[in-house]
């Protein structure tokens, strides 16, 4: 689950990597995430997501349509009906709303991604 922290923004925003303050994910404890801009209990938003070598975020969909930028690590991309795809820095998937979906994390160094969703965020794991 994603929590919006002090996300009202009279301006623009600017902020390296350094300076992001990740959490750990409630649901898959091997992910950590940040809100950059957006809240995402109420409409779209961007989050950067930080993995470790290995993490694997399972199966599941959401209500919006998220897009995916990968800026480290190698990531195998899934999802349903298409055949999985290794992503590289610079890589890009856009997954349709309710289109299941997985990824994971194959770099020894980690990973780190952007998500953005175009509605509120909701995720909905299948079993």
């Known amino acids: 689950m994603l ?3 002090g996300l009202v923004h009279a301006q623009g925003v600017v902020r390296s990597l350094s300076e ?3 959490e750990q994910d409630t649901d898959v404890k091997c992910l950590s995430s940040a809100v950059e801009s957006g809240d995402p209990s109420k409409g779209p938003s961007t989050i950067i997501l930080k993995a470790p ?3 694997v975020i399972p199966w599941h969909y959401h209500t919006a ?3 995916l930028i990968v800026i480290q690590g190698r990531v195998p991309t899934e999802m349903e009906g298409m ?3 290794v992503l590289e820095p610079g ?3 856009m997954m ?3 289109a299941k979906h997985r990824f994971s994390c194959q770099s020894r160094s980690g990973c ?3 998500v953005t969703f175009d509605k509120a965020y909701d995720i909905f794991w299948v079993k």
Request: net charge positive; glycine share 8%.
């Open 3 to 5: 929590v919006a922290v």
């Open 20 to 22: 992001v303050k990740f």
């Open 53 to 55: 070598a290995n993490c």
């Open 65 to 67: 349509e998220e897009q």
């Open 83 to 85: 055949p999985k795809q």
């Open 91 to 93: 890589g890009f998937a």
């Open 96 to 98: 349709p709303g309710k």
């Open 112 to 114: 780190v991604l952007f």
